[in-house]
Nanobody, 120 residues
Framework: QVQLVESGGGLVQPGGSLNLSCVAS????????MGWYRQSLNNQRELVAT???????TYEDSVKGRFTISRDNAKNTVYLQMNSMKPEDTAVYYC??????????????WGQGTQVTVAS
């Protein structure tokens, strides 16, 4: 089994910054793609950013230039540095990991979610 623990959410003023982290623990061989999603009230969960095991990144258009996703493979951790934050970034943020739990056997795991609120 794999457990994900997220941290770093909270209340921030517009223009401010937050850094989210998500740590994976348990029994697995490797972690492939890591990503962050968010879901605001009355909206569907949307992809924010992804990072491959080799470090290739993708971003949703509205966060490009403001958010940075990174990972530490030795620590099984993915980060999301959020700068120049806007009220529309307010949402519950979830990490999402594609885990190789056995040879060539993969499964997706989700974090519990962390609330991010951008307000003055």
């Amino acid at each position: 089994q794999v457990q994900l623990v997220e941290s770093g959410g909270g209340l921030v003023q517009p223009g401010g910054s937050l850094n989210l982290s998500c740590v994976a623990s348990g029994s697995f061989l490797s972690i492939q793609t890591m990503g962050w999603y968010r879901q605001s009230l009355n909206n569907q969960r949307e992809l924010v950013a992804t990072i491959s095991r080799s470090g290739r990144t993708t971003y949703e258009d509205s966060v490009k230039g403001r958010f940075t996703i990174s990972r530490d493979n030795a620590k099984n951790t993915v980060y999301l540095q959020m700068n120049s934050m806007k009220p529309e970034d307010t949402a519950v943020y979830y990490c999402n990991l594609d885990v190789e739990y056995d040879t060539r056997a993969y499964r997706t795991f989700w974090g519990q979610g962390t609330q991010v609120t951008v307000a003055s």
